[in-house]
Structures are given as C-alpha cells and as structure tokens.
C-alpha cells in the first residue's frame, strides 16, 4: 500500500493501462497504524475507487494530510465483511506498507458506505483480488517508485464499463456511476503488480533491485496467495519459508460469494 501517491489535481491517478471498474462517492475510512504515521489518525470521508489492479481512497477534504491511500489487491491481509445488527455494514482488514510507499508496517483499516453498498463493494474486491492472485508470475519484477508529474487525463476506456463479459462479475446495478472524466489521471508507468485480466502482459519496469530489508519486504509481499476456500484471507509465506500450496482451476462465479454471504 502507497500513501499520498494516487492523486493528483484533486482527482485520482492511476497507472498506464489500470481501468476502474467502481467508482463510490460516501465513504468513511479509519485506520490504525504505526503512532509515527501521523496521517493515518482520524476518520477520513471521500471516495472509493476499484481498478483491475488495487482500491483506491481519496480523500475529500484537501487539508488532510492523508490525500490518497492505494490498497494492492496483494498486499491485503484479513479482509472480512462485517454485517453488524446495529450500524452499517463495513468492510475491514489488513494491509502492508507497499516499497516505495511512503511508509512502513502495517495498519488496520475500516472502510464505512454511508450510503450503502458495502457487502457488493466487498465481494466484487475479493473476486477481483482472487483473479490478481492467479495472474501473478512466478518471478515478479521489483517495485519501483510510484508516479510523479509525469502524467495526463486518462482516456475514456480507462473509467467506463468494459463492453465484454470478462467483467460481468462487477455489480454495476449497485455502482452505476462512473467518476467525473476531468478528475481521472494516468502516469506513463505501467502498475508494478498484477491486474484482474490475463491478456494483460505485466510490466517489466527499468529500476535497480532492492536489498537488504526492502527485497525481504518485496519477496514476502511477491509471496502472498489467495485462497478461495477462505476468500475473506490473502496469506503471506509461512515462518519457515516453505511456499503456501498454490491453487488451480477457474475463478469461483460471482453468484458463489452471493449464496456464502446468505
């Protein structure tokens, strides 16, 4: 997870060839964090964005030292649906500081819909983060920085449904409007993890490789599996090193998460 790294002009930045696919305007996010990271403290309102690659807030209150806060799907840990009797329903987890990410550790996070949608929110990320798991190649190249000044309004495709079935699992009856054209921004990088659609080629970006902690922190976050059987749960390695037992076959249909979370 990067922090402070997915916005720009009061709009969202996404890498090259990133779509978003939910667009919601009405959240509240808390986090709990490293006490050193300031930014994380208090309740944050803004917007939510889920792409092929990540989820994305933004922040809706420009004065907030927390302006943007970018989830990879891999980097996510514990994520559950919570359905209280009292209250609304919310979305909770775990995530791990991303290499170059503009922090380090790992914070707990609540994700609130004031206006509803948070169990089909949740089940379209698990679905879309199980896909990103498959996808994932055996040698992934390392982080690099996340995007500077070097970007552009994004072109139409990048923000409005996907005319094709590979999608159909995104519940746009739920989430049917699309963000404002002018607040969408692309960077010329490609994103340094993997994305919901195989025929997507995953890039190889030029950056030095990383040593000492930080390939530790990357080969552990490179290492994280997802398994269907326990689809609230991404994994990272086991202590003694040995690899998770990987998973073969096709993605669970959308309609399976809808009869587990009856």
């Not at 964005?49 to 970018?70: A, E, P």
């Not at 995104?170 to 699309?178: E, G, I, S």
């Amino acid at each position: 997870m990067s922090l402070n790294s997915s916005h720009a002009q009061g709009g969202v930045l996404i890498y090259s060839g990133e779509r978003i696919l939910i667009y919601y305007d009405g959240i509240e996010m808390t986090f709990e964090g490293p006490p050193s990271i300031v930014h994380m403290k208090g309740k944050k309102k803004g917007r939510i964005y889920l792409t092929t690659h990540r989820v994305i807030f933004n922040s809706q209150d420009h004065k907030d030292q927390m302006q943007s806060f970018s989830f990879p799907f891999l980097l996510m840990r514990e994520v559950e649906l919570e359905q209280p009797i009292f209250g609304a329903n919310y979305i909770k987890g775990r995530i791990l500081a991303e290499q170059f990410g503009n922090w380090e550790g790992e914070a707990k996070f609540k994700m609130h819909f004031t206006h509803g949608g948070a169990i089909e929110f949740g089940k379209a990320m698990l679905h879309a983060a199980s896909l990103a798991s498959r996808n994932r190649p055996p040698n992934p190249p390392p982080y690099y920085a996340p995007p500077g000044a070097d970007y552009y309004a994004a072109p139409p495709p990048a923000y409005e449904p996907p005319r094709n079935s590979y999608y159909s699992w995104v519940p746009y009856d739920t989430f049917p409007t699309a963000p404002p054209a002018q607040s969408i921004y692309m960077s010329q990088a490609p994103p340094p993890y993997p994305g919901v659609d195989p025929s997507m080629m995953y890039p190889t970006p030029t950056a030095p490789m990383a040593n000492g902690h930080d390939a530790k922190a990357q080969e552990a976050a490179a290492s994280a599996y997802y398994d269907p059987s326990n689809q609230h749960n991404f994994y990272a390695p086991a202590a003694n090193g040995m690899a998770p037992p990987a998973y073969h076959g096709p993605p669970p249909a959308y309609s399976e998460y809808e009869k587990k979370s009856n």
